[in-house]
Each structure stands twice: as structure tokens, then as C-alpha cells.
Nanobody, 112 residues
Framework: HVQLVESVGGSVQAGGSLRLSCASS????????IGWFRQAPGKEREGVAVIWLHGERTYYSDSVKGRFTISRDNAKNTLYLQMNSLKTEDTAVYYCHAPYAYWGQGTQVTVS
């Protein structure tokens, strides 16, 4: 059984940085990737970044490419999302996700 627990998000001014983490348990080869999604008020949930099991491949949405970096420490069972040059449009609830139906509880990121 997969469990995902995100760290507390936060509030930051535009141009600032924030790092999210997601502690996982139960991840196996049946979950070939793990990633971050976000949902802004009034919008659909969207994929932000995904990383494959051993970090051999990553995917970023166009809106965050070059600003966000996804990484994972398999020894610590932890996923990270380093967010730099934050914009107001990055404000959303961020979710950790593992295939195919596992979600964290979500953490609020507010950029003003």
C-alpha cells in the first residue's frame, strides 16, 4: 500500500524559492514514476514534474521548465520539488502522486 505525505508548503514573494518534499512508503517497481501535480482555484489538476524510478528520466510541464527541479532520494524514500523564480501563477495546492491512483494530502503554495 502506497502512502505519500507532503511537507508543509508556504508563502513566498514572486521571484523567491521554495522546496517541497514528499515522504513515500510502499513504492515498488509497479510504480515506475512519481511526480508532482498542482491545482489552482477554479482550474483542473495539472502535471508539474515527474521522475522515473531511478531518476533516469524526468518530465516537466512547459510552465515550470527551467525553474523547477524534481529529484528523488530512494534511500530516504523522499521526493523533492525545488521551485525557483516563483510566479504568482504558481499559486496552487501541490500534490505528490504515484501511479496509478495514489495521492498525498496536498500542500498549499502561495506566491504573492
Amino acid at each position: 500500500h502506497v502512502q505519500l505525505v507532503e511537507s508543509v508548503g508556504g508563502s513566498v514573494q514572486a521571484g523567491g524559492s521554495l522546496r517541497l518534499s514528499c515522504a513515500s512508503s510502499g513504492i515498488t517497481r509497479a510504480n515506475p514514476y512519481i511526480g508532482w501535480f498542482r491545482q489552482a482555484p477554479g482550474k483542473e489538476r495539472e502535471g508539474v514534474a515527474v521522475i522515473w524510478l531511478h531518476g533516469e528520466r524526468t518530465y516537466y510541464s512547459d510552465s515550470v521548465k527551467g525553474r523547477f527541479t524534481i529529484s528523488r532520494d530512494n534511500a530516504k524514500n523522499t521526493l523533492y520539488l525545488q521551485m525557483n523564480s516563483l510566479k504568482t501563477e504558481d499559486t496552487a495546492v501541490y500534490y505528490c502522486h504515484a501511479p496509478y491512483a495514489y495521492w498525498g494530502q496536498g500542500t498549499q503554495v502561495t506566491v504573492s
